[in-house]
């Protein structure tokens, strides 16, 4: 290739052509994802994306219609990574908390994406398959199917709420603020409040405060697996026939 001919020095410098990539659903979702991994959902938004991309804003309309389709394309992007089971009505307690448990990790690696679930219904691809496998898994257990269509709102509300307290957690740890020594001056707090007014705060102040957030969330697991349990053995139990 010949050289470029010479210019003045005074001239302003060519620039050298940065190659966009080519625009699509997925580069665009890769490209939030990024943003969103550093930044946080707050700082999702067209065109700090289309920056992201080196294009503008008005390029990606045509493959993703706003910001509240980018962020639903982006809570399912992360629900991907679920493995799902053949439901064993032998196992479903313990299959039950696995998927429950993937779920979490896997909007934990989103920031805290988990907050745009509250308040709506996940329906992308990968969250009806998670949610066809989780219902599944507690039919085949014998739940009933109305406590089976309820508790996946339930166990999703949990999940999200933990998973977006996992964040804020990670961001106060980020920005150089110790989780622990807030927890630390709760239970001094609760320990220091006249027993003869909270004597059950003042008494428990010690293990509210123990256990760490995967201890705490199969703490919570465990609590609604043993209650659609509960609704199982209650489901299957023989009626009392009439005189």
Do not use: C
Not at 97 to 108: P, Q, V
Not at 208 to 229: C, K, Q, S
């Amino acid at each position: 290739m010949a050289a470029p001919d010479p210019e003045p020095p005074w001239w302003t410098p060519r620039k050298t052509a940065v190659p966009r990539r080519a625009l699509s659903r997925e580069a665009i979702v890769a490209a939030a994802l990024a943003v969103l991994r550093t930044e946080g959902m707050d700082a999702v938004s067209m065109r700090r994306v289309a920056s992201e991309l080196g294009t503008g804003p008005a390029s990606l309309y045509a493959h993703v219609a706003n910001k509240d389709e980018l962020l639903e394309l982006l809570y399912d992007e992360l629900l991907a990574s679920i493995p799902v089971v053949e439901p064993d009505a032998a196992r479903w307690r313990e299959q039950s908390i696995e998927l429950w448990t993937a779920s979490r990790d896997a909007l934990a690696r989103g920031g805290d994406i988990a907050r745009f679930s509250l308040g709506r219904v996940p329906m992308g691809p990968n969250a009806l398959r998670v949610a066809e496998s989780f219902m599944a898994i507690l039919r085949i257990g014998g739940v009933p199917d109305q406590a089976v269509a309820w508790a996946v709102d339930v166990v999703g509300m949990y999940v999200s709420a933990s998973a977006v307290e996992d964040a804020i957690t990670a961001d106060l740890a980020a920005a150089g603020r110790d989780p622990g020594a807030y927890y630390g001056q709760v239970h001094d707090y609760f320990a220091s409040l006249p027993a003869e007014r909270f004597p059950t705060i003042a008494a428990l102040a010690k293990p509210m405060m123990t256990g760490d957030g995967d201890e705490r969330f199969r703490f919570g697991l465990e609590l609604l697996v043993e209650g659609l349990a509960a609704l199982v053995r209650t489901s299957a139990a023989p009626r009392p026939t009439s005189p």
